[in-house]
């Protein structure tokens, strides 16, 4: 599960909980994204503030793990290279699946490699309230969608980008992400 995590909240974690079930994964990977190729870097949280609230957000559960593989390569991070890796790493029998937001794939075409990423893993487009699953028909080739797995999940609407901004008006966050990461934005002064 890709992400920038800026921060993690609930709707991730429902998320991948529920591609876990739906898809019988043994294991969901939690990549935070090191230098986004889409985002300007000054409005990015660095890295380290990215992961850590990742870890804290992912410690309970027994199938979540927190890679540092974008974190740790230098330069814009790709998933056509953090797929390659992880292709080599656990080997072309073990069937890898990303799992990202229906908007995140809407936008597949404007991705680095777009065509051999879709080849080395299975797509799981989390549904979430507001996006027309519809627009995948629209949008991408007919060879994409065999690839491309629609999870709806329980409507819940959080997004990163409302936490931040509550957080700058100094409203609450707790239960839109664990309580955790809301300790840790706290004492780290971050979105301020």
């Known amino acids: 599960m890709g992400g920038t995590f800026d921060p993690i909240h609930y709707g991730h974690l429902l998320a991948a909980e529920e591609a876990r079930f739906r898809f019988n994964l043994s294991r969901v990977i939690f990549v935070p994204c090191g230098t986004p190729p889409h985002k300007k870097p000054y409005k990015v949280t660095p890295a380290e503030h990215r992961y ?17 593989i974008e974190i740790d390569r230098p330069g ?7 797929v390659k890796i992880f292709r080599q790493q656990f080997g072309y029998g073990v069937e890898i699946f990303f799992i990202t937001g229906l908007d995140a794939v809407l936008e597949i075409l404007t991705w680095k490699n777009h065509d051999e990423l879709i080849q080395l893993c299975q797509f799981i487009a989390v549904n979430r309230p507001g996006y027309d699953s519809e627009k995948l028909r629209e949008h991408l080739p007919p060879s994409y969608l065999d690839r491309i797995s629609l999870l709806s999940i329980p409507g819940i609407d959080i997004s990163s980008t409302m936490i931040r901004e509550r957080v700058r008006k100094n409203e609450p966050i707790l239960y839109l ?13 971050l979105y301020k």
């Open 52 to 68: 850590a609230m990742t870890v804290l957000a992912t410690a309970s559960n027994p199938y979540f793990v927190v890679s540092r």
């Open 76 to 82: 814009p991070s790709y998933a056509i290279d953090t």
């Open 177 to 189: 992400t664990p309580e955790t990461v809301c300790d840790y934005i706290a004492k780290h002064g």
